[in-house]
């Protein structure tokens, strides 16, 4: 199977047709294997418009809000970002190619390791893992010019999230409101003003943790 192929196929048609056009993101969507991060008999699956399971009921996410979640991001490359919930480690691999600093957390041991391997064969030599609660944030690197959050909390972030989140920085996070389930950016302005945008429905699995989901 050419995975080249279905890669660009999938920048060209999901991404681009959609109207997304940060060369540095399409680029760097070309280049990272997306096939590698799903289970060995999902691979020739890896470049349709949908989400995939990737096991202990987790999922990686659409090509396309993978994209959006990148792009609404803003990132110029000289960002220290904080990933939560990285999963398989597809959103991590192109944060490796984007921005100058990953500080990535997945609490489940069996996706974090495997993750970090992956990662690591691909060299990504930016990216620092840590297995733990990811509601807490990762306090000792804070702060973090940008945070990407892939599992969905209620109506508001963790304040650990907002609170390590430097002035002018932003970040991306699926929240449930009254109105479903949607994709926010959250910029902060000062000590204790920040900014909310409702961006685009979406469908995450629940944050779980300390400061999220119970």
Same mark, same amino acid.
Not at 4 to 15: C, G
Not at 96 to 118: F, H, N, T
Not at 141 to 152: E, I, K, M, N, R
């Given at each position: ?5 279905l890669?660009?196929?999938? =920048? ?7 109207? +997304?056009? %940060?060369?540095r993101?399409?680029?760097v969507?070309? *280049? &990272?294997? #997306?096939?590698r991060f &799903?289970?060995s008999?999902?691979?020739?699956q890896?470049?349709?418009d949908?989400a995939l399971p990737?096991?202990?009921?987790q ?9 959006f979640? +990148?792009?609404?991001?803003g990132?110029?490359?000289?960002e ?5 919930g990285?999963g398989s ?8 190619g $984007?921005?100058?600093?990953v500080?990535?957390?997945e @609490? $489940? #041991? ?5 993750a970090? *391997? $992956? !990662?690591?064969? !691909?060299?990504?030599r930016?990216? !620092?893992?840590?297995?733990f609660?990811?509601t807490?944030?990762?306090? %000792?690197?804070?702060?973090?010019a940008?945070?990407? =959050?892939?599992a &969905? ?8 999230? +907002?609170?390590?989140?430097m ?5 991306i996070?699926?929240?449930?409101t %009254?109105k479903?389930?949607?994709?926010y950016r959250?910029?902060r ?8 945008? @409702?961006l ?6 629940? $944050?779980?943790? #300390?400061?999220? &989901? #119970?």
């Amino acid at each position: 199977m050419d995975y080249t192929l279905l890669r660009n196929k999938m =920048v060209d048609e999901q991404i681009i047709g959609r109207g +997304l056009n %940060d060369p540095r993101i399409l680029e760097v969507m070309r *280049q &990272v294997p #997306r096939h590698r991060f &799903v289970a060995s008999g999902l691979a020739h699956q890896a470049y349709g418009d949908s989400a995939l399971p990737i096991g202990d009921a987790q999922t990686i996410s659409q090509p396309y809000i993978v994209a959006f979640m +990148l792009s609404s991001l803003g990132l110029d490359g000289n960002e220290k970002v904080l990933e939560i919930g990285m999963g398989s480690g597809y959103l991590t691999a192109l944060l490796s190619g $984007l921005v100058e600093k990953v500080y990535a957390i997945e @609490r $489940l #041991r069996s996706l974090a390791i495997p993750a970090r *391997q $992956l !990662l690591d064969d !691909l060299g990504c030599r930016n990216v !620092l893992v840590k297995i733990f609660d990811g509601t807490y944030g990762w306090p %000792d690197a804070a702060p973090f010019a940008a945070v990407a =959050v892939s599992a &969905v909390a209620f109506e508001k972030p963790p304040q650990p999230f +907002l609170e390590q989140l430097m002035i002018g920085g932003r970040m991306i996070i699926p929240l449930v409101t %009254d109105k479903g389930q949607y994709l926010y950016r959250i910029t902060r302005h000062g000590e204790n003003e920040f900014q909310s945008e @409702r961006l685009l429905a979406c469908s995450f699995v629940k $944050l779980v943790g #300390r400061h999220g &989901v #119970r």
